[in-house]
């Protein structure tokens, strides 16, 4: 809750709030009453803040907006513009190609920091004794 008040700039008190007057928010919530938004969710809010905080609309507006179905292909419009936002985004450290590594210069790093870890412990223990 708390990125998604971040990202849409309102009190995550009011996402709260938002969720018992539009029964069509339902994140979903895990251990300790924690909730995970989905996209279509945060989709959602975002338009329901522009509607309250741009568009001048009361939450009464809002809701018989949703009732009447009229505002589907704005929320569909959003959803899509998420989307290609999304495809946009550069690639996770997961989807690069894998860098090809000289084995004996890694292993030979890496026992240079062994090697120096026990150092360190070694002076700690001295400090601490």
Known sequence: ISEVALELDVP?????????RFTQIRPLK????????RPEDVALLRLIRELLYNEGYTIKGVQKLMRDGALKQRLAQIESEVVAAAASAPPSIDALPAARVDDEALRGRLRALLTELEELRERLRAVLA
């Open 12 to 20: 995550q008190h009011v996402l709260r709030f938002w969720e018992t």
């Open 30 to 37: 895990r251990g300790g009453g924690r909730r995970y938004y």
